[in-house]
């Protein structure tokens, strides 16, 4: 019988990927997103053993809901790859309490109830799973003007350990895959900031990311969904705790 993959955020960028790698792997997928629109389209995309769900990672119950509808439509869950974030330029005076809560609801809530959700989900179907999680280069290293996104990304790292240890023991792997820089709207976003901020244009917003690739070219959606597809896969049972970066050759840990 085939396996369900969630993965949340999947209605574009790196999340439509994932879903599009892990679908052509044989999962049956469901495409999480708080954007029903995006969402809808890309399930009808990848095909009928594709559905399309809308939550807001950040919202504990939604994504309560979503595991349930999902485990409802295809009996079973298996891997819940928790990729949903935000990454808005944060100058550090520039950030409010409302945008700290908002960044860190997301891209740190969003991990937490994905993992809470979908180890509950394990453990009442009698087995074990995977659970993947987003992080980025910018949580391996301090990026400049991302205060909020790259400090919430050192978190997901920080909680992908923890979950690994806590959940082992019970068939639970937990890893995450970092990126560098990414063609995805969100990428194209920071970049026009970031040259915004300058004064710059996009090209040389994306430059600044894209000047210290060793290999010189900025990433494809796909060269990350093909590292998540590992961490999905069994060859990657003996696994747990780690980040795998997949960047180029940017950052060296
Ligand atoms: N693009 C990059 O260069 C890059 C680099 C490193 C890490 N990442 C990480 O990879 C993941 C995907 O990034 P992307 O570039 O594809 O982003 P993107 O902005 O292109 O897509 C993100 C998707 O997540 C959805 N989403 C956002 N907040 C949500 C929420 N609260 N609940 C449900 N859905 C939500 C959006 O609607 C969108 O469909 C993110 O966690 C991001 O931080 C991206």
């Known amino acids: 019988m085939s396996k369900v993959a969630v993965v949340t955020g999947a209605g574009q960028g790196i999340g439509f990927a994932i879903a599009t790698r892990?679908?052509?792997?044989?999962?049956?997928?469901?495409?999480?997103?708080?954007n029903e629109e995006t969402a809808k389209k890309a399930a009808s995309t990848l095909g009928e053993n594709a559905i399309a769900l809308k939550a807001d990672v950040s919202d504990r119950e939604q994504v309560i809901a979503a595991i349930d509808a999902v485990i409802e439509k295809f009996g079973d869950l298996n891997v819940m790859v928790n990729n949903a974030g935000v990454a808005p330029t944060t100058p550090i005076e520039t950030i409010t309490p409302e945008l700290f809560h908002k960044v860190y609801n997301i891209n740190v809530g969003g991990i937490l109830w994905g993992t809470q959700t979908a180890t509950a989900a394990f453990r009442k179907l009698g087995h074990g799973g995977k659970i993947i999680n987003a992080t980025s280069q910018a949580g391996v290293v301090g990026n400049p003007n991302l205060m909020l996104y790259s400090s919430s990304k050192f978190a997901v790292r920080g909680m992908t350990q923890i979950a690994a240890r806590d959940l082992a023991e019970e068939g639970i792997t937990v890893n995450a895959y970092a990126p560098g820089i990414v063609k995805t709207p969100m990428m194209f976003d920071i970049a026009h900031q970031v040259g915004k901020n300058a004064g710059k244009d996009d090209e040389w917003g994306m430059n600044t990311f894209a000047k210290d690739i060793a290999m010189k070219r900025l990433s494809e959606p796909?060269?990350?969904?093909?590292?998540?597809?590992?961490?999905?896969?069994?060859?990657?049972?003996?696994?747990?705790?780690?980040?795998?970066?997949?960047?180029?050759?940017?950052q060296f840990h």
């Open 22 to 34: 892990l679908y052509n792997d044989g999962f049956k997928v469901a495409i999480v997103d708080y």
């Open 222 to 250: 796909e060269d990350v969904a093909n590292v998540v597809g590992f961490l999905a896969s069994k060859d990657s049972d003996y696994i747990t705790g780690q980040t795998i970066i997949v960047d180029g050759g940017m």
